[in-house]
């Protein structure tokens, strides 16, 4: 027996000791490919050395002789922090992910063929000037530098996912970045979804005025009522199947809930406390780690320019230069309209067109599938765009026998020069200069909000287009692509794009709310992406007679809800400190008590309160007993709380109180019971979920930001090394927004939000700020990987200065590059 004991002993030290010794091979392997940032480095491409300075916060300083030297280095200082981000973003937009992941990204995969954007990528480059193509050259020339380096140096494949899912890496190419580009438009699309809602909620709810309740249109002048989808596309289906939409982490498509969003506003120097302008932005987008933005500053021959890049795209996006400052918000232009094409009732492989059927453009693809076979598909085109499976966003529940959906999208151009713009913007001097530089921006549409010293602007970039007036559902539903008049013709001209140059108030601002009240066909959209936070803005806005850089930055922390201040004395109105004190340990005692919460709550959204959670889940299940007997199955689309719409209900609007009455049920409905009743399943489920000591509940427990890695954020033990996690205030409706997942079992999870904050103060520029939500590293054992999220959950920023003394005073690391000639 004491023999055995200790072969049990040598044994178990044996494999404590293989153990030991096979983490430290793969911590070693991992932390190969950490970069070194204090290094003399050879490399082919340049004219001259470059120098990239890491100020403590880890942002690159980037200074060469000639602007193609400098975009040759942000090049390099991407690839060195983000070189895995990058390479799976241009994977996904060239629909290749399954030749590293398998058939988990399959239909991702499938999808992006489709939309062909590579190719249109390619097509691209050569419709972009000379400066811009010399760029984005100079950009790739510095990408695969970096490369070179990593293989020649053995640095580890330049990152640990690299080492893990074991690809080769292609060389970087400028049309590379111009299809990130337009995967970020991917990223920010909502209109095809909308559109499928909207034609699949009028086949459940024929009736026009209940129709508007469940999807009404944002306050301001009304538009002529349309048909009923039945009516437009006779021969679909009311009944057909709900696929809910559950994409893979790494796919672009998302719900219509998850398309762009952001906030930006600014002062003029009348509005300002020191007398210059002011510029707020903080653009919204899926939270990943790392986060999408990475902040970075260039010295270009025009003068320094600092703000947040795109890894792969080779411009600021948002920030400033000395002279000018520039945000951007999604400006929900309506860039996107599905078609029902005909088909030819003996030739399958043709499509009726308004002067006959004409055949399919057919082109074949071959995706590569790890540890699978070859998958082979026809990629179909129309002249309205290209054929999309059924399965996308349920267009097979609004497509007839004998029938295909296509699309059209101002992100399928072939001659795509929105990088050319943005380095024109780079360059721009003034508002004025900003505004022009903007005209060749095509997609994904936005709102650009621009200050210099004297002057604030907005102004809507991206093409629009041009509709007939006679458009059969107004780019509000899909209709038949074979009638002329349903069809794009051509572009509206840069000029007609809303603009604000210098308002008379001397503040202007978007929160993604309706911009401009025009008719079709002269209209930006009908589907605008806020109501509610704009009515918060305004508030902050009007009760200042001047504002200060720390009083934008109060509001773009602000987390107070108005739709929480406006709905719940609605939908309590009858509920308020009526009826005597129930007994403890009831269900009406429970209620009672959640209510004197309520009752005494300001609407703030504070992750250490608890009402916010007993609203929230309020609000949930009384949207969802609402709305589940009129539209069955199609109520999972709605999964978040539409405010107007609970409005709308609960003051009877046109009679939308009848949404109350249970159709299923004999006797008729009030809504207050209804309220009643929710508030009963809101608190079961928190009960059950977070405990019964109401008064112990935490927001921020149910409404954690997830900063998930989306390829191994779910792997077992690895996931609490590289998610970021984070107890976070805000909500869907407040102008710190923090959009929720939406979908059981977390359904409050933080998912949505500011990756980028920013602030410019242009009477002492030096004195603006920024921060992003993880950090500028992707590498999950860099201290760079995770040292700003802390700052950004606390609303801490860092400075955003072009002080190049002050960067070095702190710098983490100065990389210079030397050409290999030299």
Known sequence: MALIFRWLIRLAAVLIVLCVLTVATVYWLAARSLPDYTDDVSVEGLSAPVEIVRDNANVPHIFGQTDADVFFGLGFAHAQDRMWQMITMRRTAQGRLSEVFGTATLEVDKLMRRFDLYALSVQSVQALDARTTSALEAYAAGVNARLAQINSEALGRGAPEMLLFNAPMAPWRPADSIAITKLL?????????????????????????????????????????????????????????????????????????????????????????????????????????????????????????????????????????????????????????????????????????????KPFVNKSSIITVKDADPVTLTLRWTDNGPVLPGSHYNLASITPPGHVTSLNWTVLSARDTSLGAAMAL????????????????????????????????????????????????????????????????????????????????????????????????????????DTQRVQRWQRLMQTRQVHTRDSFIEAQLDTISFTARSLLPLIGAELWFTGEAAPDGTPERQRQRALILLAGWSGEMNEHLPEPLIYAAWLRSLQARLIQDELGPLAEEFDHVQPLFIERVFRDVDGAGVWCDVLQSARIEDCAEMARLALDDALLWVNETYGTQLESLRWGDAHQATHDHQVLGDVPVLRYFVNIRQSTSGGDNTLQRGRTKGTLPD?????????????????????????????????????????????????EYIPMSLDADLARAAAVGVTTLTPASQ
């Not at 508007?212 to 437009?232: K, T």
């Not at 590498?779 to 609303?795: I, M, T, V």
Request: proline share 8%.
């Open 185 to 357: 438009g991917v990223q920010l699309s909502g209109h095809l979804a909308a559109e499928v809602i909207r034609a699949r909620t009028s086949l459940a709810l024929p009736d026009e005025k209940r129709l508007l309740d469940i999807l009404p249109d944002s306050p301001g002048s009304g538009i002529a009522a349309l048909p009923e989808y039945a009516e437009l596309v006779p021969g679909v289906s009311k009944f057909a199947n709900n696929i809910p939409l559950n994409p893979h982490p790494l796919s672009p498509f998302k719900k219509q809930a998850f398309a762009g969003a952001s906030n930006a506003w600014a002062a003029a120097p009348s509005r300002s406390a020191s007398g210059g302008t002011l510029l707020a932005n903080d653009p919204h987008l899926g939270f990943t780690a790392p986060a999408v933005w990475y902040l970075a500053r260039l010295e270009l021959a025009s003068g320094g320019v600092i703000g947040g890049t795109i890894p792969g795209m080779p411009v600021v996006l948002t920030g400033r230069s000395a002279a000018l400052g520039w945000g951007l918000t999604s400006s929900y232009l309506d860039d996107q309209d599905v078609y029902v094409e005909e088909l030819n009732p003996d030739n399958a492989q043709e499509y009726r067109t308004p002067d006959g059927f």
């Open 426 to 529: 780079m360059e721009a001097k003034s508002v004025d200069e900003g505004i022009a530089a903007a005209e060749d921006y095509i997609a994904p549409s936005q709102n650009l909000t621009l200050v210099d010293r004297e002057q604030i602007a907005l102004k809507t970039i991206g093409a629009m287009p041009r509709r007939d007036a006679n458009h059969q559902s107004q780019g509000r539903m899909p209709s038949p692509g074979w009638i002329t008049a349903n069809r794009w013709q051509g572009m509206m001209p840069f000029a007609s794009n809303p603009e604000f140059v210098a308002p008379v108030g001397g503040i202007l601002g978007n929160t993604n709310n309706k911009t401009v009240d025009r008719p079709f066909p002269n209209h930006v959209s009908f589907v605008w992406g």
């Open 747 to 795: 359904p409050f999870q933080n998912v949505h939000g500011a990756g980028y904050r920013g602030v410019y103060d242009f009477a002492d520029p030096d004195s603006s700020v920024f921060v992003t939500s993880t950090g500028q590293s992707g590498h999950f054992l860099s201290r760079h990987y995770d040292d700003l999220a802390q700052l950004w959950r606390r609303g």
